[in-house]
């Protein structure tokens, strides 16, 4: 089924120049970028994205990394997106992550690990509305 997922180029990634070359592994990897918008994000926003992590002790450090400088935020389409866009992001730690992924190419630790993407299709649509402001085709 062709799905439509978020993706996020973190501020580790769009500060170390590496935007390019994550955007290239996007489309070479058969994605379709239907839409791409570059800001920062506002820490009311960010506590309102990681809502599920608000009661874990890492919560604060992942909004204010999440918002300590510009991040690109795309909607990428493919047939199961949200799978195969979790599996081209590859790991959470970089270091476990497999060759070949984005986490392994770019991240450079847990915490900052380069890219982010909806776990579900259920949370692909809400953050998709969140970012976008509009459901997901």
């Known amino acids: 089924m062709i799905e439509q997922t978020l993706a996020l ?4 990634a769009v500060a170390a120049g590496n935007t390019g070359n994550i ?47 510009p991040l690109i935020v795309i909607a990428l389409r493919k047939e199961g997106a949200v799978d195969e866009w979790r599996k081209l992001m590859g790991a959470t730690d970089p270091t476990k992550a497999e060759a070949g992924t984005v986490r392994k190419d770019f991240g450079t630790e847990i915490g900052k690990n380069a890219v982010h ?7 692909a649509k ?8 509009q459901q997901p085709q």
């Open 9 to 12: 180029i973190k501020p580790d």
């Open 23 to 69: 955007i290239k592994m996007i489309e070479e990897n058969g994605f379709i970028i239907d839409r791409m918008e570059k800001g920062i994000l506002k820490k009311e926003h960010a506590e309102n994205f990681y809502d599920i992590h608000k009661e874990k002790p890492f919560f604060n450090e992942l909004v204010e990394f999440i918002t300590s400088g």
């Open 117 to 123: 993407g909806s776990d579900s299709l259920e949370n």
């Open 126 to 133: 809400r953050e998709l509305l969140l970012f976008f402001g």
